[in-house]
């Protein structure tokens, strides 16, 4: 079966790729960015101001047009990394099988006044669960949630990303140098919600936040510490597989840590639903470090079992990839 991947994000590109190379399945790629493109002959998916996301009825039907003999050679289109260009395919009579991994809300919009989502999209959505052609699979459960919340239907089905790393990121650089020191990501919490990496450093440790060079990169440091932003993130299964280890606040200290703050959670924060998040979640409680208070954070980042622990992350690392396959290899075969 010939595969086709439209996505906007790097990361699940990478972990479809290597779902792809697990499952001997040969899946090209078109994205935003020319250089992920599989045919570097074939314009990217791009637009001005990122409106490329706005997937509304005219901009569906100009990629359909641009790109329809080129979709016409697979077996199956797998969108992700936004929902909306599943719309490129819904719109336009699309026969073959389209699988639609919902990654960042259903009916994600950049910006306002864009005229999308619209009424026609979401009827095209809600559609699906008459089409046989067509899966819509939430890679977290709140996907599916959220759908609910707007009346639309996508089921109950859920594929975690895996975490496996593919030849996308294919830097792996030794950097001893970083070993004792902690990273604190770019994000808005960690950064402009508060200075974490100021507040870990009044605790007495080495810090670092900034760029970095992929996922791989981050197997040099000491540990992570992060406060999240997000239901779900790719880089969030990436530490089971590279053996990360992350100390976040525990959903107590969260509240605290963002009382009367700029805090950002990716919309909508619904609070009494923390406990279904990746981050949270009854399944993965053993695998992240939560923390109570600084104090607490100080004690755990000196006397936790920095070994025992990745071996622990990445045991569980090995189970999930198995089952993950087999949820993929059960969707494409059938």
């Not at 699309?94 to 026609?120: M, Q, T």
């Not at 406060?227 to 779900?232: K, T």
């Not at 936790?304 to 990445?314: F, R, T, V």
């Amino acid at each position: 079966m010939k595969l086709l991947h439209l996505s906007f994000h790097k990361g699940c590109i990478n972990d479809f790729n290597y779902i792809c190379e697990k499952l001997n399945y040969d899946c090209e790629i078109l994205s935003y960015d020319k250089e992920l493109n599989s045919n570097k002959e074939l314009p990217p998916l791009q637009e001005n101001d990122c409106q490329q996301y706005n997937i509304t009825h005219d901009r569906a039907e100009k990629y359909w047009n641009i790109y329809k003999d080129y979709f016409n050679k697979f077996d199956c289109i797998i969108t992700s990394d936004t929902a909306p260009l599943s719309r490129i395919f819904l719109q336009n009579g699309w026969s073959k099988k389209l699988i639609i991994w919902v990654c960042n809300r259903f009916d994600y919009a950049h910006g306002s006044n864009s005229g999308f989502p619209d009424k026609e999209y979401y009827e095209l959505i809600n559609n699906c669960k008459f089409k046989s052609n067509v899966e819509i699979i939430g890679y977290t459960l709140f996907e599916n949630i959220y759908a609910k919340m707007k009346n639309i239907d996508i089921g109950d089905k859920v594929i975690q990303p895996s975490g496996g790393i593919s030849d996308v990121y294919n830097n792996n650089t030794n950097k001893k140098e970083l070993n004792d020191v902690l990273f604190i990501p770019p994000y808005h919490n960690d950064t402009i919600m508060m200075n974490l990496k100021n507040q870990i450093e009044m605790l007495g440790f080495k810090a670092y936040t900034g760029k970095y060079d992929g996922p791989c990169d981050l197997t040099n440091y000491k540990a992570v510490v992060h406060i999240p932003y997000a239901w779900s993130n790719l880089a969030f299964f990436e530490m089971f597989q590279l053996g990360i280890v992350y100390f976040i606040p525990s959903i107590s200290f969260l509240q605290i840590l963002k009382n009367n703050r700029n805090f950002f959670w990716s919309p909508p924060y619904v609070e009494k639903l923390l406990n279904i998040s990746e981050w949270y979640n009854e399944e993965h409680k053993d695998l992240l470090i939560y923390f109570d208070s600084w104090e607490d954070l100080t004690n755990k980042i000196n006397t936790l079992n920095y070994e025992e622990h990745k071996l622990k992350l990445k045991n569980f690392g090995e189970t999930h990839i198995q089952t993950t396959l087999e949820k993929w290899k059960y969707l494409l075969d059938n």
